[in-house]
Structures are given as C-alpha cells and as structure tokens.
Nanobody, 132 residues
C-alpha cells in the first residue's frame, strides 16, 4: 500500500520561508512522478511543482524562482522549499505520486505539470498561511 505523509507548513509573515516534506512508503513502480498541489478555500486544486524519477522538475509560473522541489529518491521523500512567500501562497498543500506514465512524461517534456487527475496516491495535506 502506497502511503504519503506530509510534514511542515504553518503560519508566517510574507517574505519568509517554509519547507514541506512528503515521505512516501510502499511505492514499487520503477519510475514515478511526485507533484505538489495547493488549494485555497473555494478554489480548485492548483498545480505547484513536479519532480520525476530522473530529476526533471517543473514549476507553475506563480512560484518559479521562489519554490524548489527536490528529492534524493522521489520514491521515498520529496521536499518543497518555499522562499519569499506571499499571501497568495496560502492554502492547503498536498503531495501526490503515481507511476510515471507516458501521459505524465509528455506533460513534463512540454514543460508542464501533470494534472491532479493523473495521480492516485495523495498525502493528507498541510496548511500554509502567509500573512501580509
């Protein structure tokens, strides 16, 4: 059984930094993609950043240059370093993972983040609140 456990998050002032962690167990696929999403109250889940098994990373435009997704092994743990946070970054953050399918890889090759519908396995979510 694949399980994702998220840690990190919290409340802070604009301009600060936070690191989220997503620890994964039970993943048996050889190639995977891990993606961070966020959801603000009343909004749809928004793509934030992705990392593939090969180390390929992709970022949504609003976070480029401020967020960094990393992993020693994307099948074990993935991190989202968030710097220079702004109030618009507030929301519930989720990590998700699944086998790196042809469709997912196509998104990455096009410089895109795969959609939420591509992922079966999800973390429990962690709240980030950035005050102005």
């Amino acid at each position: 059984e694949v399980q994702l456990v998220q840690t990190g998050g919290g409340s802070l002032q604009a301009g600060g930094s936070l690191q989220l962690a997503c620890r994964i167990s039970g993943m048996t696929y050889a190639s995977v993609c891990v993606t961070w999403f966020r959801q603000r109250f009343g909004d749809e889940r928004e793509r934030v950043a992705s990392i593939g098994t090969t180390g390929t990373t992709r970022y949504a435009d609003p976070v480029k240059g401020r967020f960094t997704v990393s992993a020693d092994n994307p099948k074990v743990a993935v991190y989202l370093q968030m710097d220079n946070l702004i109030p618009e970054d507030s929301g519930m953050y989720y990590c998700a993972t699944d086998r790196l399918t042809i469709g997912m890889n196509r998104h990455l090759e096009l410089g895109q983040i795969p959609p939420a519908t591509a992922f079966e396995f999800w973390g429990q979510g962690t709240q980030v609140t950035v005050a102005s």
